[in-house]
């Protein structure tokens, strides 16, 4: 049996969710709640000592970092392909996917990891210091003594504000070319996108909506509505319903 | 005729020159002057908006990217494979060339931009704001505004070396387990790796020698003795050469 130790359907996490939805394969779902920071538990981090999510083992396996998993699955499962077969449109996910990973997901990360800031509690030094010390990555370290202090720097989100703005460009100029992002079929680059973008027509209404990105809004459209998609986000446990609900609303889906 | 538009066969700029030259296939090298910031001239930017170096054209297709470009072309072109087809040892190809791309290239670019920082005349704002106007992607303009003005921050060059630090004991352990980086076959993990760390045994000779990391050492030897890798180093201009001398020279090959 395929094992998958995530958190909800969401970004990252999301990314083997959704595709072994899409390809219609089984697996046993082990829910890592990062709210309650499971992925730095001792047990966990025998798993993967890195501390991040998604892990999926496969064949005995230990597979870590979502968007090459997605490809090793994509290669050794059964199912539908989700990879284009030409050469150059391959190219074309594998830069999406680059983009995503790279840009735009740690872009909108920044505002989630803002929003996380605003919420917490007034704490000490002693206080962050204890509670980031299983943190294994020390980049991921220094990122939440920034959050927990309420510290995310200003100068960072309006970056990032400008880079999830360029994107939004960038999606609907790919979708004036082609259906999907990677060509006439739904791919991989489909699948990273959809799982970090699926609430964008709430979250930038002024940005993404029929009048000002036409293609992008019809991809969300047919995104949503995919059996795949609809059956991923149903395994959420609290944080994604909402603003999927919200989404699907908007859409009219 | 394969075109490949790039500087010196070193980092992101050497990737296809490297693999062409593993492959056997003949390519136009139109060189870039990144000295001359040849990338920001118009005639560049009609090609590639983002002014970044490799482009390489193939059928016609204008490819961007370096490592989603390698494996186009690894699919595309004759010659040696140089990835594996056993699905687990692709993610691993996969996991490292992510790892390098995320983590260690920038790592040491955050050295040679500093270094090129010092190299630099002192410039009023006003002159460093006349020289990246042209640049197109606006966190690279605001890299090089740091690197002309002499500010590259401190803490970002001690957050750099202790990634590089983890990742040559990541090398060390992969090869530890395979003779190259996914498996037992040299394959697009190791062009990438090489054509990025070739002289590290020379950078960081207290972590990288015969006793700390003799697996890496071991690999640095096989691969700067490849046919492939002579010709792709014999194509530099300039700025390879006398590092690669030095470290052949370290390395006894």
Redesign the interface.
């Known amino acids: 049996m395929l094992e998958v130790y995530t958190w909800e359907p969401n970004a990252n996490s999301g990314k083997p969710l959704l595709m072994l939805k899409e390809k219609g394969v089984e697996f046993a779902y082990h829910y890592i709640d990062l709210g309650r920071r499971e992925q730095h538990s001792r047990a966990y981090l025998e798993l993967n000592p890195n501390g991040t999510v998604p892990t999926v083992i496969h064949d005995g ?1 230990v ?3 979502s ?3 997605l ?2 699955l994509d ?2 499962l059964e199912g539908p392909a989700l990879r284009p077969r030409d ?2 449109l ?2 074309r996910m ?2 999406w996917i ?2 995503l ?2 840009h735009f997901c740690p872009a909108l990360a920044m505002f989630g990891g803002a929003g996380a800031s605003r919420a917490m509690p007034v704490q000490d030094a002693e206080t962050i210091e204890r509670q980031v010390k299983d943190i294994p990555i ?2 991921r370290r220094r990122v939440w003594r920034l959050i927990m202090a309420k510290q995310v720097p200003e100068a960072a989100l309006e ?1 990032s504000s ?2 999830i703005g360029a994107g939004i460009r960038l999606f609907e100029q790919a979708l004036a070319e082609h259906p999907y992002l990677a060509g006439s079929e739904f791919s991989l680059a489909d699948i990273v996108a959809m799982i970090t973008v699926y609430a964008m027509p709430v979250i930038r209404p002024e940005e993404v909506n029929d009048r000002k990105t036409p293609r992008y809004m019809d991809w969300f459209r047919r995104c949503h509505a995919r059996p795949g998609t609809r059956a991923a986000f149903a395994l959420g446990r609290g944080w994604v319903g909402g603003r999927v609900a919200e989404a699907r609303k908007l859409l009219g889906v």
Do not use: C, G, V
């Open positions: 396996r597979l870590t970092e968007s090459p998993t490809e090793y290669a050794a050469p150059y391959l190219w594998r830069w680059r983009f990973d790279r020390p980049e970056e400008r880079r």
